[in-house]
T-cell receptor, first 110, second 115 residues
Framework: SQQGEEDPQALSIQEGENATMNCSYK?????LQWYRQNSGRGLVHLIL?????REKHSGRLRVTLDTSKKSSSLLITASRAADTASYFC??????????FGAGTTVTVRA | DTAVSQTPKYLVTQMGNDKSIKCEQN?????MYWYKQDSKKFLKIMFS???????INETVPNRFSPKSPDKAHLNLHINSLELGDSAVYFC??????????????FGQGTRLTVV
């Protein structure tokens, strides 16, 4: 069954704007991860936040985690055309797999 | 130096055929996975192997048979291909083990088209 669900399904923004996407999940987790997938390519790991962390930064990325609400958000600041991609959250529970949502497709307009 | 490589990148075949996809990782990871991505981009786990042992078989039809000759390789063989098998198949690896939780590294995917 699907563990993570991203919202919105699609997002279109102007270059320089911020992009925010959300992820909700159902069960207890060890960590939550965000991945990027460019069109026709594999997934690339962006950032991992552990269940005892509330916020994490990496360059222009900011991730928050609220385990009480079973939700996470990914913020991309000052977006660039190269940020155009699909973004997936994945949850890591005690079951030897990462469970992915269906992703948010982000389009950054020049 | 590709960390996780899978071949072929594209595979077009007729219904009823048998085909294999190969995957190799040079990261020294203990765990390897096969994921299927459908046309709506939803990624679903198919199999997970840890040190050559099958850990997860996520209700995949038995026409799909993974084989791990060593912990650096996880191949996927598919018998009697059906139209619904058309998808992109991703191999991935991670150093996941007992008490180790970290990210996964993905291959570039194999786009399988069954005609």
């Amino acid at each position: 069954s699907q563990q993570g669900e991203e919202d919105p399904q699609a997002l279109s923004i102007q270059e320089g704007e911020n992009a925010t996407m959300n992820c909700s999940y159902k069960t207890s987790i060890n960590n939550l991860q965000w991945y990027r997938q460019n069109s026709g390519r594999g997934l690339v790991h962006l950032i991992l936040i552990r269940s005892n962390e509330r916020e994490k930064h990496s360059g222009r990325l900011r991730v928050t985690l609220d385990t009480s609400k079973k939700s996470s958000s990914l913020l991309i600041t000052a977006s660039r055309a190269a940020d155009t991609a699909s973004y997936f959250c994945a949850t890591d529970a005690d079951d030897y797999k990462l469970s992915f949502g269906a992703g948010t497709t982000v389009t950054v307009r020049a | 130096d590709t960390a996780v490589s899978q071949t072929p990148k594209y595979l077009v075949t007729q219904m009823g055929n048998d085909k294999s996809i190969k995957c190799e990782q040079n990261l020294g990871h203990d765990t390897m996975y096969w994921y299927k991505q459908d046309s709506k981009k939803f990624l679903k786990i198919m199999f997970s192997y840890n040190n050559k042992e099958l850990i997860i078989n996520e209700t995949v039809p038995n026409r799909f048979s993974p084989k791990s000759p060593d912990k650096a390789h996880l191949n996927l063989h598919i018998n009697s291909l059906e139209l619904g098998d058309s998808a992109v198949y991703f191999c991935a690896s991670s150093p996941l083990g007992l008490g180790v939780r970290t990210e996964a590294f993905f291959g570039q995917g194999t786009r399988l088209t069954v005609v």
